[in-house]
């Protein structure tokens, strides 16, 4: 099974950016759809973005689409969370998922998840 480590976050003010990272081991890692989601305290679990095995498609949640970017490098195992114009309403502790295909990426079954990586905006 693929194990993944989220790295990146931060405290940044209102307006500013972040580029998460979710570094993956395991030689599997090109085969899996992956996602980003985010849960701020007191709060459920919450989508943000995915990204097919190739990084061919990709899609957003609409709170971060046209401000969020999701991409990955196979070659590195890693996938990427590049955030901007970023907002207080943001934080929360991120982490990244897989799953067998970008189509189940909202709702599941997962794979593996990553421990979280927490972001912070402050206005």
């Known amino acids: 099974q693929v194990q993944l480590v989220e790295s990146g976050g931060g405290l940044v003010q209102a307006g500013g950016s972040l580029r998460l990272s979710c570094a993956a081991s395991g030689r599997t890692f090109s085969r899996y759809a992956m996602g980003w989601f985010r849960q701020a305290l007191g709060d459920g679990r919450e989508f943000v973005a995915a990204i097919s095995w190739s990084g061919g498609d990709t899609y957003y949640a609409n709170s971060v689409k046209d401000r969020f970017t999701i991409s990955r490098d196979n070659a590195k195992r890693t996938m990427y969370l590049q955030m901007n114009s970023l907002k207080p309403e943001d934080t929360a502790v991120y982490y990244c998922?897989?799953?067998?295909?970008?189509?189940?990426?909202?709702?599941?079954?997962?794979?593996?998840w990553g421990q979280g990586t927490q972001v912070t905006v402050s206005s």
């Open positions: 998922a897989t799953a067998s295909t970008i189509a189940i990426m909202q709702t599941g079954p997962f794979g593996s």
